[in-house]
């Protein structure tokens, strides 16, 4: 695939991108106040601790990526990278703002709480710090959001991106509950929420010293442009940490994360009458590009380097770093 694939560059489409940009803090909120200018930092190189890796840089033995397709296909499965239509993409933003209400619940039930760890690593992974400005695409109900903003302290800025507006107002809520509005103290950084786009994001080029993106790459239409769209918005020498479920080249490994997905991950949902929200995981992994086949597309979208990490235990998530 090659880089003209993932990139737009038509006047037409510049401009367009620059009337939605006004618009873009429609839904943003601040949740605490912070300082508006911010020095640019020095990127520090990830610590590579995970179980397996697949490791690229651009023109060291860069393979040949997948190409997406948008075209329409009878398979219309929420999840599906490669076979989505405008119709799917319009019923997974529907699917999760059913799910905002339980979705929390169930990440920590369905992970028995792992989901926290592997987000501390992406955060990790990302190299945010004191006073940066950054951002999490397709935030959900705001977990990594808030750890960024741990992380970067009240010096810096978290913007929080998701289609979703109930998941926005979600996370909203649970950041007012962690900050009490009568508390004039605090060493978190604000955060802004924003209802926006991941294949056209709404900020300015090169605007963010890290930025991290869980469970919503393989949710988006077009994989390729969702890389090319964070490469734009992130400054150079900025990484960008991506957690998703892992598809393994090993067979074991997804048998076993078929059965659980079966087997506990469905009839739980099911308890809490949203079966049908939670059916489409297994096809949309399924779907989902392996380690070194993400390597080879986030290169293609111009990263200077990239690295897949299997996740414990079993391989069963992973985390794409790539830097610009």
């Known amino acids: ?33 912070s300082s508006s200018s911010f020095p640019p930092k020095q990127r520090q190189r990830s610590t590579k601790n995970a179980t397996a890796t697949t490791e690229r840089k651009r023109g060291r033995g860069q393979r040949t990526a997948l190409v ?24 997974r933003q529907d699917l999760f703002n059913d799910i905002a209400p339980v979705y929390d619940q169930l990440n920590d039930v369905l992970s028995l709480g792992l989901h926290r760890a592997w987000k501390r690593a992406t955060v990790k992974w990302s190299g945010a710090r004191k006073g940066d400005t950054v951002l999490d695409v397709c935030c959900g109900s705001g977990d990594i959001a808030q750890r960024l ?19 926005l107002r979600r996370a909203a809520e649970k950041m007012e509950e962690k900050t009490p509005s009568t508390s004039n ?13 991941a294949l056209d994001l709404p900020f300015e080029d090169d605007t963010f010293d890290a930025i991290t993106m869980g469970y919503g790459l393989r949710n988006v239409r077009d994989i390729p442009k969702a890389l ?4 734009r918005v992130a400054k150079n020498g900025t990484k960008v940490a991506i957690l998703d479920f892992n598809n393994s080249r090993d067979e074991t490994t997804n048998q076993v994360s078929g059965f659980i997905l079966d087997n506990v991950v469905v009839p739980f949902a099911k ?31 111009g990263f200077e380097e990239a690295t897949h990490y299997e996740l414990q235990p079993g391989g069963l998530m992973g985390c794409l770093v790539c830097q610009v």
């Open 68 to 91: 997406a397709s948008t075209s329409s296909s009878s398979s219309d499965i929420a999840g599906n990278p490669f076979e989505q239509t405008t119709q799917a993409a319009s019923e």
């Open 185 to 197: 103290e605090t060493n978190t950084a604000k955060i802004k929420w924003v209802q926006g786009d």
């Open 1 to 33: 695939m090659h880089s003209t694939t993932t990139t737009t560059s038509a006047t037409n489409t510049r401009q367009q991108r620059q009337r939605q940009r006004k618009q873009h803090l429609r839904f943003s909120r601040s949740v605490s106040s």
């Open 149 to 167: 903003s741990d992380r970067v302290g009240d010096k810096g800025t978290v913007f929080g991106l998701d289609f979703a507006e109930n998941q």
């Open 271 to 301: 308890m809490n009458d949203v079966e049908a929200e939670y059916k489409y995981l297994r096809p949309s992994i399924e779907r989902f590009p392996t380690g070194p086949e993400l390597v080879d597309l986030a290169l293609a979208a």
């Open 228 to 231: 090319s769209e964070l490469k």
